[in-house]
């Protein structure tokens, strides 16, 4: 639940910043568990990106695309149209043992 409380500081402080031209946010980054990640902390990851997206002024039913790679370390999400001044790059972190870089990703 910490990580919830993270992001959730995390994305109101992005949504808080001036808006600019919406664009497109990349959250890629790793687990430590490998094949061995268990699919309810798949969906945490997800569900951690997918706040931090809304906090930034995604909307639509599905505003996070992407996922983890076969191997299960690596993980590429993208928020669609993102508004305002993100403050790119930053690093989402919540818990010890996975993290995303958050970049731009372009235009929408």
Not at 51 to 56: D, T, V
Not at 70 to 75: D, I, S
Not at 80 to 107: E, F, I, K
Request: aromatic share 10%.
């Amino acid at each position: 639940m910490q990580y919830y409380l993270a992001i959730a500081l995390l994305a109101a402080n992005i949504a808080a910043a001036a808006r600019g031209r919406p664009i497109r946010v990349a959250f890629e980054g790793n687990v430590i568990f490998g094949d061995k990640t268990l699919d309810s902390q798949r969906q945490q990851v997800h569900d951690a990106l997918e706040s931090a997206c809304k906090g930034i002024g995604a909307q639509g039913a599905d505003p996070l695309t992407g996922g983890f790679d076969g191997e299960g370390y690596h993980f590429k999400y993208i928020c669609s149209c993102a508004h305002g001044d993100t403050g790119l790059p930053y690093v989402v972190r919540p818990d010890n043992w996975w993290s995303a870089q958050a970049t731009n990703a372009g235009s929408c």
